[in-house]
């Protein structure tokens, strides 16, 4: 089976633009959670999702937001790009609806910001 | 405030040692525990886990947890380290629709 896939891999933007990340659960999985991972820290909860509602959300500004489609995939949006985003994301899946669960990760889409 | 410790950040060891890393943590109300791995070049992967029950939990390759409350701590433990165990740890702690992860563990291990 597929696991976890986050497109793109990589990704350079410049600060104030906006970035659209994209990421595939596991197949059957319902819930996806988003993590940032900046060098030398763990990951950090960014939003999760089950079956397309909102479900809980980490101390990030509302320049982040997210949203789960009915094939379970999801999308994070990070609006007026800063310096600080620069960072690798994760996106994790999960059975559902117990929470929490073991998450399955991917591989990361690793975000620059110049 | 909820967080989770890490308190060793590098450790090597040689081959056949024993290993321990430390865990702390801080969430209020029931919390859920686990110890993640990342093996170089992949991705974050489940190593153990504790819901309740039973506070030594055993995981994958070998690995043991011990959940003790008092302490609040959540210690990874494994008798004897194989060359393949050089990975990055990360211990989290999870309650309603929210995981905290700790800074993580980088663990050399010298054949």
């Known amino acids: 089976d597929a696991g976890v896939t986050q497109s793109p891999t990589h990704l350079i933007k410049t600060r104030g633009q906006h970035v659209t990340l994209r990421c595939s659960p596991i197949s059957g999985h319902k819930s996806v959670s988003w993590y940032q991972q900046v060098l030398g820290q763990g990951p950090q909860f960014i939003f999760q999702y089950y079956e397309k509602e909102e479900r809980g959300r980490g101390n990030f500004p509302d320049r982040f937001s997210a949203r789960q489609f009915p094939n379970y995939s999801s999308e994070l949006n990070v609006n007026a790009l800063l310096l600080g985003d620069s960072a690798l994301y994760l996106c994790?899946?999960?059975?559902?609806?117990?929470?929490?669960?073991?998450?399955?990760f991917g591989p990361g889409t690793r975000l620059t910001v110049t | 405030a909820q967080s989770v410790s890490q308190h060793n950040h590098h450790v090597i060891l040689s081959e056949a040692a024993s290993l321990e890393l430390g865990c702390n943590y801080s969430y209020g109300g029931t919390v859920n525990l686990f110890w993640y791995v990342q093996y170089p070049g992949q991705h974050l992967q489940l190593l153990l886990k504790?819901?309740?029950?039973?506070?030594l939990v055993k995981g994958i390759k070998g690995f043991e947890a011990e959940f003790i409350k008092s302490k609040f701590s959540f210690n990874l433990r494994k008798p004897s380290v194989q060359w393949s165990d050089t990975a990055e740890y990360f211990c989290?702690?999870?309650?309603?629709?929210?995981?905290?992860f700790g800074t993580g563990t980088r663990l050399k291990v010298l054949a």
């Open positions: 994790a899946s999960s059975l559902g609806p117990l929470y929490p669960d073991e998450q399955y």
């Open positions: 989290a702690a999870a309650g309603t629709y929210k995981y905290i």
């Open positions: 504790y819901f309740s029950g039973d506070p």
